[in-house]
């Protein structure tokens, strides 16, 4: 095999350590904060909502994590968490990059959408970098393949 078709396999590894990393310490992060889940003051989620409210793309999603920031709070970092897992074992790796978008663009039209210009914010790009996991999913040292490879051994032997 040729440099060229053994970098093609291996190219998406990079982005899947980078993110899973990245995700995995941010849920870490969050949950060991005793300020950013608490019901406010400095540093607080509570705090972060009311101050990006009015200049969020979707303030309604704001309003709703205002309800219960502590709730909210927890949840995102704990749906981090996970999604870096699946990310970094390459666990169910299309629905834990659909997860790591879905928290990015919720992340982006509401936290970072006021960023100006739009490149200074970064869970735009983090967006966009889920994407190709979505589309291909963890090909290359994931518990999906191995899986998938078990479960086509055995139906050779049922089958076979």
Excluded: C
């Amino acid at each position: 095999m040729g440099l060229r078709a053994t970098a093609s396999r291996y190219a998406l590894l990079p982005l899947r350590l980078f993110l899973g990393v990245t995700f995995v310490y941010a849920g870490l992060d969050k949950l060991t904060d005793s300020a950013f889940l608490s019901g406010g003051g400095p540093g607080s989620l509570a705090e972060m909502l009311d101050s990006v409210r009015d200049a969020a793309a979707v303030p309604a999603l704001v309003d709703l994590a205002q309800h219960s920031p502590e709730g909210f709070g927890t949840a995102i970092a704990v749906g981090e968490l996970t999604v870096g897992l699946g990310t970094l074992f390459g666990l169910w790796a299309r629905v834990a990059a659909l997860g790591g978008a879905l928290i990015s663009l919720t992340l982006w039209l509401t936290v970072s959408w006021a960023s100006d210009p739009y490149y200074y914010g970064n869970d735009l790009p983090y967006l966009m970098a889920w994407i190709p996991l979505i589309m291909a999913g963890a090909p290359m040292y994931s518990l999906d393949t191995l899986l998938a490879l078990r479960r086509r051994r055995r139906g050779q032997q049922i089958f076979g």
